[in-house]
Structure formats: C-alpha cells, structure tokens
C-alpha cells in the first residue's frame, strides 16, 4: 500500500478493538467505527473483493441507521456487528465467505441484504444454511403447546438435560464405536424427546426426534455402523433441536412474538439419506421377522401378549429406562392427586370452566407421558377420559353426576395401575397385575354417545383388578408385536390360565431381570421458595446465637440450660447444612457442554485434543453454576487456542501428536476447586513482561516474579496473541474470568512451566449464603477475614519490623519481608491498638500478594450468613459484606484485593493516631515512613 494508508488488516484489527469497547448510546465511539468503515471502503483491497465489500457497506448503513434512530442501539446489535467484523477478517484471509450466514446476521440486527447480491435465492437466505427458521404470522402459529404450561416446563428442563447428555455421549462414542451401552443411552435420549415433545404437541421437534431415534435404531441393531457420517449428522440434529427447544422457552417466557419457524425437513432428509446409504441386510443367522399377517393369524401368541403386557408395550422396553417411569410414576400421583381435588370442587361448579381445564389437562398430560413410556392400557383409559372432558369444554356435552363419577372412578383406577408400575419397579416383574379397563372405557363412550349410567353394573374395584378376560375375549389394550413380546423374565408372574404357561418361550431372546429399584418420593419445590427457606435458616442461627450470647443467659449456670443450649445449637448447625445442600447440583452438566467446545475449537484449529474430565459427580451451589459458565469457556478457549500446540510442533519438541485438556473438579480445604490443566507450551513470561513494559504497566527495572507477570493476563484489555481470530486473542477473556470468579467471591491461581503447560484453578466456595471466616477485633469493631485467604497468625516482634523506601511497613516472616497494613488506618476506627509488638498479625494471601493484617485481637473462628451492605455502603472499597453476630452487632466482611487496593492508595500510616481512612481524609499528605 502507498503512502501512510493503513492496510485492511489492520483497518480491520482497529475496528475488531473498537467494536469491544463501544456501548449503547455513545455516538462519539460510533462515529469512529463509522470513519474506519469509510477507510475500509475507500480502500483498493477491499474494492477488489466483493463479498468484503459488500459487508462492509452493509456495517456501515447499520451504523448510519443507529446514529439516526432507525435500528436498536442495544449490546445485542453491537454483539452482532462484533460477529461481522471477523466475517470480515476471515474474508480478508481468503476465505469465500458464507453469504447465507452474512445474511441471517444483518437480518437479526434488523438490516435487510438482498440475498441475490450473494447469489442466493431467498428461501435459502431465509433457512441461513442451517434450516433455521422463516418469519411468521402470529395468527398461523400452532399455540397447542401453550395450553399446558407445567407440561411445557418440564419438556423444557427434560430435553435440554437429554439433548447435553446425547452430545457428551456422541463424542465418548468417537472414543469407541462400538460400545453399545452409550449407543442405547443416545437412543433412549432422543425417544424421551420425541415422546415428551409429541405429547406436548411440538410436532416438528417431535418428528426430528424421531427420524433420528430411527437412524440409532439401525445401528442398535447392527444394521448401520456409527461413522462419521451418522455422528455428524446426529450432532447437527443436536444442534437444531437445541434452538427449537431454547425459541420454546423464549416462546414461553416472553410471548408469541418471539416465535420461530423452524425448519426441519432438511435434517430428516439428511438422515434418511445416511440410512440409505448405510443399511444392509440383517445377519443371516438371525431368525426372519414375523410377517403383521402371521401375527394377526397366529392363535397361540395371544395369550402371552396378555401375559405379559404390562399396560407398557413389551416387558423390555418398559424396563430399560426405569429412572424415567420412575418420574412418571412421580408425576402420575401428583396429577391424580390433582384431579380428585378439582373434582371434588367441581361439583359445587359444574359450570366453572377454568376447573374443567384444570381436570382435562393432568388426564392430557398422563396420556401423553404413558404413551411414549409404551404404558398402551394407562394411555388408552386416559386418552379416552380426556375425549369425554374435552367434549364438555367444548360444550358438545353438559358437565353431569355420572361424568364426575367416571371420572373419579378413572382416577381411583389409574392410581392403581400406576401404583402397580410403582411395586414392579420396587420388587420386579413378580407385583405385575392386569388391569381390565374395558368396562370404564364402555362408560365413558356411552356419556359420550349422551347415554346414561342408570342400572348400570357396577364398577371394578380398584384394589382388586379383575380376573383376565377369555382368551377370545382379550382386554381392551393396544396391539403389541408379537416377536419381542415372548421374551420372558428370569422372575415371570405366576400364570392365571394353564393354556398361557404352555406356550413356550425361544431360549434365544431370554433376557435377565432387571435390577429391583426403590422409588424414592419427590416433589418438585419454585427455586424462590427454596433461596427463603435457606434465608430464614439463616436468620434462625443468627437469632439462636444471639440468644445463646445474651448477657443474661451467659451469667446463668445452668448444666440442663447449657445442655439444651449444646442440643439446639447441632439442630440448627444439622438443619442449615441441610438447607444449603438443597441448593447443590452436580457440576456434571456445566463440565459436558466442555466436551462439545473442545471438539468444534480443536477441529476449528486443525489441532488434536482429548479432553479429560475428572469429578463430575462433584456439587455445586446452584447459583453458582451460571455464573461459573462463561470462566469455563474463556479458559478452555485459551487452553484449545494457546496452550496446545498444532501435532507436528508437537512432535518436533518430543511430544505425543495429541495434546491433553484437563478439566476437573473436586473439594479442597472447605472450597470447590475447577481445574483446568493442558499440556502446551506454556505462558510466554518474557513476552508477557514485554507487552506490559509497552503498555506502561511496569518497568524494565522493576523486580516482579514471573507469577506476578504471568497474571498480568487478566487485566482487561491484556493480550500477546500476534493476530486476532475468532476464538481468541482481543485480550477480553482473561479480564471476564477474573472478573467472574472475583463476582462469586473465588480466587484465580495461574501456573505456568515453560514447554509443559499451563495449570489454571479456580478455588471457590461452597455456597455463596455463607462464608467461613476467623473474626478479629480493631477497637470496637468487628471484621470478619476469609479463611480461604488466612495463611497463618503471629505476635510480631520488634527485631522483625522494619520499614522498606517506597514500600512502607514491612514484618520479616519466614525470611520474607511482608508489607503491613493497619486495619485501623484503613477504617478510621478509633481507640485501636498502634503499637505493633501489642497487636495480632494475620498473613493473607491475594491473588499472589501477601500482606500482614494489623489487628487487635483474634476473637473466633465461625461460619456467618452474609448481608449485603447496599446503599451508600456498597461501593466501599475492601468490603464485600456484613454479617450479624451474636451478640447483635453488625460485622463487616473484608474483601481483600479491594483492602489491599484501599491501603496502596491511602500511602503509609503515621504513628500512634493515623486516621482519615476510607470514610475519612484519604488524601494525608507528608506521610513519615518509621525505622526499626
């Protein structure tokens, strides 16, 4: 390029930086971007290219259009443009430029781009190369799955818990092919899915589900071999019906107008093209299938069907997911329970049609879960019950006696049936009983038909199901295919007929029972609910210690009083640990979205990873786990991108081919540890004392460690990386780690060896309601010292003192000199204790910095529920909190780096009185350092 003209790479690195720091509103940042766009396209580069042209001027009018009010000026749409600016990068680098994808993008920020400029036709534009969605009509949209909202909820949390399962399980499967058992368990997760979403009438998702539950089918039974082909078109049907589910939420949670039609006849064809490119003749050892005709013709079969159909399709299938019909049993009871209660108030409103729905949708709900569970008899009477009330909401039929006595009866009924599932669960397939639901399916066609039920005959009853029927004269259940159905259990029922038990069985399809399973009870509790009941936990330990500490119970010498005082302080200490493990989740779900990460970032990068993953199974306060998401990403980003080097520079440093990410979890010391370890190069020190004596934030002559060094990486805005790409390298990761972690009240630990790796910890505590910390006394108030930070306690001596030029008051301990920092210069507090040989000193440890906490006194060790300050108190430097302690009196919760931030600003105490602390004259100057 001529002359002093910026090159495109360069226009295009200025703007990827200035696109980070530009916020809503801030038309001076957007005029920047707005004249390094107009360089872009004055550039001869970028006139020679067209696709980069024209996404430029495509950046350029959204930006025009946000200066004048025409689109949203949200950190959504600047997100958006961030994203166009390295589709910009990657075109300047050569690529061709997915034209489908530059579409979409501009689209969702509200520009419209003809999708011919990029040779496209619109449908394809629309789809945006993935089959994602059209614009719709609001009146067209389907809203059947709105109509029950506890249903929904739970599709939701089920499908997004199955949809994470089956990708971590799809990438252990590319570990090895042919393990069977992760093979069933990503079909019984993709026909849940297909089952809950048809029953909750999510057609499209439904049908996705279920094209792919097909493809694994196949391969479950050795028709098709899980290639690369069948993963990776199984990953993409992941991926579509992640969105299809998360627009579901959205849908949910903030309305119709958020709705997307999803497209999915793209992935179903895809499917059934690997299918037919895949499937072959079954073995010729295995036995022909039965032809339909053969099945209906054949007599002897019959009775086994009745046999052994459990109200659950074939014995097998019923039993290969038993956590699952143990949360529909869980579910059934409470549904039941519910309709026996609006029943009951229906009959002082038979009119009253909200009660009419609250009765119609648990019998929707139950047919719907029983259905895809294959519980054919229970799906059946349900089905069947929920015709005859969706008749009456309708108003084809007046609500009457003899409905509301069907129905009743119905419930009584289903509850046995599902109380059976419940006894086979606990104690095997010997508790199974047959239940004859003809007669009440009989009743409620003929109030369907407006018949009544005068002179009827009376009912079953439920405890005692009735005899099966004749041979000739077979339950009203479903048809089940014969072949699978004649295997029988290792612990078959005792056989009600002598003609059933002489019907043998082929040894070939014999199977053992499956293992007997308690069902544990369950309820489903609103998070609210439960953040209050821990709240008032905490409250009632700090009004028990209150009580405890009264000077008036303290000057009692009372052994039953102090015994009972002993008693109800371990019910309470029992009752809040109790409390807080409500709110603990396995990290197990946070930790397998990891694995996806890995896969696409090592594929992206041309790189071999593996990632190993250690304590899983390890809990974590729920809270937390959001929170802890985004750390997680940054850093696996940067171990994928930095720290694991491509195979051959491997290999050239004697390495194996394929680098290792470690990613583990465990307890340590009170605290959760998150440990991420790769086994790359390792930090760059020198590179990173380099780039910060550039940036002014040290010297060439200053004497930092290279630990210091090395967290210089988390400062915002601190990066190394020679170019910028899409994974990383904008120096904005490490400053959200830091300030992530420094948000739930953690700590970061970095550790590099040059030409081994990188180790990263995270150190966080067990729950963010409760803090364990040493309580120490300056004057007469009260903090409260993390004992994560605490390294060790000590009276100084005077030998040990001494001051350092530009650092102050420092005590030698273990042969290191540690600045010191007085609590009550900080503070302002009054009538504390100056002279160092009298006081306490508590070594902590910060982010590598070590300082020795000048106090008057060390008053305990305790676990203390945290407040927050709020207020004109909240942005005080070197607090993060408060507590109330026993005696009634407010104790302030010290946060560290903003203490030792506080104390480097406020300079060096004078003797004996200094003050004008935080709350008070921070300026002081001619402050005199002390010699020893």
């Given at each position: ?5 910026m ?14 720091v ?14 390094v ?11 020679g ?13 959204v ?12 950190p ?24 489908q ?55 939701i ?6 949809l ?6 799809i990438?252990?499967?590319e ?25 909750t ?21 050795n ?34 107008d958020?709705?997307?039609s ?5 992935l179903?064809?895809?499917v ?15 036995p022909?299938?039965?032809?339909e ?16 159909d459990?109200?659950s ?50 019998f ?17 009477l ?43 669960l ?8 047959e239940?004859?639901?003809s007669?009440?399916?009989?009743k ?9 039920l005068d ?12 005899p ?14 014969v ?8 612990d ?15 040894p ?32 009632l330990?700090i009004?028990?210690?209150m ?15 102090n ?17 807080m ?8 779900q946070?930790f397998?979205k ?11 990068s ?18 937390m ?12 980003r940067?171990?994928?991108d ?25 307890h340590?010391?009170?605290?959760i ?31 930092i ?13 601190f ?5 910028i ?7 904005v ?7 992530g ?30 803090i ?27 030998e ?18 540690i ?11 009054e ?8 006081g ?11 300082r ?8 305990g ?59 008070g004259?921070a300026?002081?100057e001619?402050?005199?350092e002390?010699?020893?």
């Amino acid at each position: 390029m001529a002359g002093e003209q910026m090159s495109v790479s360069q226009l295009l690195d200025d703007l990827a930086i200035k696109i980070l720091v530009v916020e809503p509103g801030d038309l001076s940042a957007v005029g920047d971007l707005l004249e390094v766009a107009e360089q872009l396209l004055d550039n001869a580069d970028v006139k020679g290219t067209a696709v980069l042209e024209k996404i430029v001027t495509a950046f350029k009018k959204v930006l025009e259009a946000s200066i004048m009010g025409e689109l949203s000026d949200s950190p959504e749409n600047y997100d958006r443009l961030g994203q166009s600016v390295s589709m910009m990068q990657e075109v300047s680098r050569g690529a061709a430029g997915d034209g489908q994808a530059v579409c979409k993008l501009f689209k969702e920020i509200g520009y419209e781009i003809d999708p011919a400029e990029f040779g496209l036709e619109v449908s394809d534009a629309q789809d945006g190369g993935d089959g994602s969605w059209d614009d719709v009509d609001p009146d067209e949209i389907d809203t059947r799955f709105l109509a029950d909202p506890e249903l929904l909820t739970a599709f939701i949390e089920e499908a997004v818990e199955h949809l994470d399962s089956v990708e971590s399980s799809i990438l252990e499967l590319e570990k090895s092919p042919g393990d069977s058992e992760v093979i069933n368990s990503i079909f019984r997760s993709f026909h849940t899915v297909k089952g809950i979403a048809s029953c909750t009438d999510l057609d499209r998702i439904s049908n996705l589900a279920h094209a792919t539950e097909n493809l694994l089918e196949e391969v479950r039974n050795n028709r098709m071999v899980m290639d690369q082909a069948a993963t990776d078109v199984v990953l993409a049907v992941c991926d579509r019906l992640e969105r299809m589910v998360e627009n579901v939420q959205e849908v949910f949670e903030k309305g119709l107008d958020c709705y997307k039609s999803y497209q999915v006849d793209d992935l179903v064809a895809r499917v059934e093209t690997v299918m037919a490119g895949q499937v072959t003749a079954p073995p010729t050892d295995e036995p022909p299938p039965v032809p339909e005709v053969a099945q209906a013709e054949a007599p002897a079969p019959a009775p086994v069907q009745a046999k052994v159909d459990l109200g659950s399709g074939d014995l097998p299938d019923f039993m290969q997911d038993a956590d699952l019909v143990a949360g529909f049993i869980a579910e059934a009871f409470e549904h039941l329970e519910a309709i026996e209660v609006n029943v009951l108030d229906l009959e002082q409103a038979p009119d009253d049609m909200e009660i009419i729905n609250n009765i119609f949708r648990p019998f929707h709900t139950v047919k719907g879960v029983s259905g895809f569970l294959n519980l054919t008899t229970i799906n059946k009477l349900a089905h069947s019950t929920e015709n005859l009330l969706d008749d009456v909401r309708n108003n084809k039929l007046t609500m009457s006696a003899d409905i509301i006595d069907v129905v009743l009866g119905v419930g009584d009924y289903l509850r046995s049936m599902v109380q059976n599932l419940s006894d086979m669960l606990e104690h095997g397939p010997g508790a199974h009983k047959e239940f004859d639901i003809s007669d009440w399916v009989r009743k409620v066609e003929l109030l369907q038909a407006g018949g009544s039920l005068d002179g009827d005959a009376p009912s079953p009853s439920p405890e005692e199901p009735p005899p099966l029927a004749p041979a000739e004269s077979p339950p009203v259940t479903e048809a089940v295919p014969v072949a699978p159905v004649v295997e029988p259990s290792v612990d078959p029922p005792p056989q009600p007929a002598p003609a059933k038990a002489a019907v043998p069985s082929p040894p070939t399809a014999k199977r053992a029972a499956p293992p007997k399973q308690k069902i544990g009870a369950s309820i489903k509790v609103d998070v609210e609910k439960l953040d209050g009941l821990v709240n008032a936990v905490g409250e009632l330990v700090i009004m028990q210690a209150m009580v405890q500490q009264n000077p008036l119970i303290t000057a009692m010498s009372d052994p039953k009083l102090n015994k009972d005082f002993g008693q109800l302080s371990r019910i309470t200490t029992e009752l809040q640990k109790t409390a807080m493990s409500m709110r603990m989740v396995p990290i197990r779900q946070t930790f397998q979205k990891m694995t996806r990460l890995v896969r696409d970032l090592s594929k992206k990068s041309g790189k071999l990873v593996d990632l190993v993953m250690e304590g899983e199974e390890t809990e974590i306060d729920r809270n937390m786990v959001d929170s802890i998401y985004d750390p997680l990403v940054h850093m696996m980003r940067n171990s994928v991108d930095h720290g694991v080097q491509k195979a051959a520079e491997r290999e050239a440093v004697g390495k194996p081919g394929k680098g290792t990410v470690k990613l583990a979890a465990y307890h340590k010391g009170g605290n959760i540890i998150i440990e991420i370890h790769d086994d790359g190069q390792g930090l760059n020190t020198e590179k990173i004392r380099s780039k910060a004596i550039e940036r002014g934030l040290m010297t060439a002559t200053d004497n930092i460690s290279d630990h210091e060094v090395n967290n210089l990486i988390f400062l915002p805005g601190f990066s190394t990386a020679d170019q910028i790409t899409d994974v990383s390298g904008r120096g904005v990761g490490m400053d959200v780690v830091k300030k992530g972690v420094d948000k739930l009240r953690g700590k970061c630990e970095l550790i590099s060896t040059p030409g081994e790796g990188t180790q990263f910890l995270m150190r966080l505590p067990l729950t963010l309601a409760i803090i364990d910390g040493i309580i120490v006394r300056v004057g007469q108030e009260r903090y409260i010292i993390p004992t994560i930070a605490i390294q060790e306690s000590m009276r100084p001596r005077a030998e040990h003192y001494n001051t350092v030029q530009g650092q102050g008051e420092t005590l030698m301990v273990r042969d290191s000199l540690i600045p010191i920092i007085r609590l009550y210069h900080v503070f302002d507090v009054e009538n504390s204790c100056t002279d160092i040989t009298s006081g306490i000193v508590v070594v902590i440890e910060n982010e590598g910095r070590h300082r020795a906490l000048l106090v008057d006194e060390l008053l305990g060790k305790q676990e203390v529920v945290i407040k927050s300050l709020g207020g004109y108190l909240k942005d005080i430097k070197g607090l993060a909190g408060g507590t109330i302690l026993g005696d009634g009196r407010v104790g302030l919760i010290l946060d560290l780096a903003g203490l030792i931030g506080a104390s480097e600003a406020m300079g060096h105490p004078q003797l004996g009185h200094a003050r004008g602390g935080v709350a008070g004259d921070a300026g002081m100057e001619g402050k005199e350092e002390v010699e020893a």
